[in-house]
T-cell receptor, first 113, second 115 residues
């Protein structure tokens, strides 16, 4: 079946450094790629998303890049802060569906003060 | 605006018992989704409602799981009888119909433990 590979599974950075999380998807028909942040005891919260008609999208300290040819997309967080510590999930919308998000396994980001 | 709410937040039951999870989507969201995360694995799609109709139930694991959305508002997911492998966190999400239909907002989840 279709899947999304996410790396790394854990990431530790110093406050102020940048963090990058990478995902690869298999479904060529996917055209929507959201990123979710999950804090302890809470549900996944959408932080940014990108559609296949653009290569990059930015929102303050976070940005997402998409390479459709290589089927890669990445999350970039600059000037990390301790409150960025959480589990981050990438996902792709399964091309043959109207709502089936396929998720990566998640990246646990720790930002050390 | 209230977000997606789920009840209960935790449920501990014994194998063979029945459990019913409830999800209240964001008001006005006709799309409602159920997902599940089993320990150490990915969040996986279970099914998708548009109003009261099942649009896609390709992710439902077996016939012990029954999802309903009578009236097109809240939804329930019943597991009967529960098995050990059903343990995990069950998430509900909702989205609008229209240009933003892909943008899914998740609830806090229900953690189900089957002993």
């Amino acid at each position: 079946g279709e899947n999304v590979e996410q790396h790394p599974s854990t990431l530790s950075v110093q406050e102020g450094d940048s963090a990058v999380i990478k995902c690869t998807y298999s479904d060529s028909a996917s055209n929507y790629f959201p990123w979710y942040k999950q804090e302890l005891g809470k549900g996944p919260q959408l932080i940014i998303d990108i559609r296949s008609n653009v290569g990059e999208k930015k929102d303050q300290r976070i940005a997402v890049t998409l390479n459709k040819t290589a089927k890669h997309f990445s999350l970039h967080i600059t000037e990390t802060q301790p409150e960025d510590s959480a589990v981050y999930f990438c996902a792709s919308l399964y091309g043959g569906s109207q709502g089936n998000l396929i998720f990566g396994k998640g990246t646990k980001l720790s930002v050390k003060p | 605006e209230a977000g997606v709410t789920q009840f209960p937040s935790h449920s501990v039951i014994e194998k063979g018992q029945t459990v019913t999870l409830r999800c209240d989507p964001i008001s006005g969201h006709d799309n409602l989704y159920w997902y599940r995360r089993v320990m150490g694995k990915e969040i996986k799609f279970l099914l998708h409602f548009v109003k009261e109709s099942k649009q896609d139930e390709s992710g439902m694991p077996n016939n012990r799981f029954l999802a309903e959305r009578t009236g097109g508002t809240y939804s329930t997911l019943k597991v009967q009888p529960a098995e050990l492998e059903d343990s995990g966190v069950y998430f509900c999400a909702s989205s609008q119909v229209g240009p933003s239909t892909d943008t899914q907002y998740f609830g806090p989840g229900t953690r189900l433990t089957v002993l």
